[in-house]
């Protein structure tokens, strides 16, 4: 009766049918756990939560566990043994522009749920003298719904010399990281996937070989570029004189600066690009571009010298008409000087 009521609780907590296949449950517990593991979770509740799920999934499990163990003991066919595969490992990598274009390294951290070192996953410890039952806090019951059942921890005494593992909270699990670098390929785009075989889960009887490891590239929000399909866009501030008369500035990329030519013309906003400097190519996928948007700054200062210059220049443009919109403006919207 106890394993029914650990089992049908084990399946309301993880929110799985009672014909749930041991894939269904992982992913279910994989799931609830990013929610409520404690480094991602600041709620008090959190780890403990954590261990509940934990020893949800543990038990669920058990059962597929012993059927996978008792037909490769009826197996006579040692390829039989090593067929099994564990269940692949989902997650996501966040890499900057830059590694994108140029490749590299890239850590990752992988969490697991391992057998608690300090209980040996049983949940518990052993004392020399008898406590108060945490769980129950000595009455023998606890609450499961509406009605009160039978504590397990203390087989309903009240008391009991076996303490639930501070550790891991009695759930016998507790979590493993390990750092995995990986190698990172030059034009790769965010939503494409990085396989890394056999560094998934491994399989739920323990026997065979593990899954892979599946990383979604995500990008990383850049101060300066920003990435449209293939091309990478920036702003750069230029002087209005320069987009007028004309000119040369150097320009940043991932790959280095480049020395782009401004040709005479207004100084309004205007784009340039600079083939080849975008996502490099890949497979039969060309390369991007760098655009450019040259954004016209003026001066935010004046001296005597520059305001000659600037009176000049009002001058000259105002007898050749260089600035028709304003001459259309003022004739339409202005009266006429008077003689």
């Known amino acids: 009766m106890d394993a029914v009521v650990k089992t049908t609780e084990a399946r309301k907590l993880l929110g799985v049918r009672h014909d749930s296949t041991p894939d269904a ?58 067929e099994s595969r564990g269940p692949d490992r989902n997650q996501d990598i966040e890499l900057d522009i830059e590694q994108l ?17 300090q209980c040996e996953g049983q949940g518990h410890q052993e004392h020399d003298r008898s406590q108060l039952c945490t769980p129950c806090q000595g009455s023998g019951r606890v609450r499961h719904g509406k009605t009160l059942i039978h504590c397990e ?56 070989r593990p899954g892979d490891l599946r990383l979604r590239i995500q990008l990383r929000p850049h101060p300066l570029y920003t990435l449209e399909s293939i091309d990478i866009t920036l702003n750069r501030p230029i002087s209005a004189f320069v987009l007028l008369g004309g000119g040369s500035i150097s ?46 700054v003026l001066p935010s200062l004046s001296t005597p010298a520059l305001i000659k210059l600037y009176r000049a220049l009002q001058a000259e443009t105002n007898q050749i008409d260089a600035l028709p919109e304003l001459s259309a403006w003022e004739h339409r919207w202005l009266p006429e000087p008077k003689a």
């Open 251 to 296: 320009v940043p990329s991932p790959s280095g600066l480049h020395n782009i030519k401004i040709e005479p013309g207004s100084a309004g906003i205007r784009e340039q690009d600079v083939p080849g400097e975008g996502i490099p190519a890949r497979g039969k996928r060309a390369a991007g571009k760098l655009r450019v948007r040259l954004v016209p």
């Open 153 to 208: 921890d203390c087989s309903g005494r009240g008391y009991s010399r076996r303490i639930r593992c501070p550790h891991c909270l009695g759930s016998g699990r507790q979590i493993s990281r390990r750092i995995l670098t990986v190698t990172i390929p030059s034009g790769i785009l965010p939503g494409d996937e990085l396989r890394l075989e056999g560094e998934g889960y491994a399989p739920a009887s323990g026997k065979g």
């Open 25 to 82: 449950i992982k992913k279910a517990f994989r799931h609830l756990a990013m929610l409520w593991h404690p480094d991602r979770n600041p709620a008090p509740e959190a780890h403990e939560m954590f261990a509940r799920l934990s020893a949800a999934c543990d038990i669920l499990l058990k059962p597929f566990e012993q059927e996978s163990t008792h037909a490769d003991d009826k197996s006579g066919s040692p390829a039989s043994k090593t």
């Open 101 to 117: 274009c140029l490749g590299g390294k890239a850590d990752v951290v992988l969490e697991s749920s391992v057998e608690c070192a």
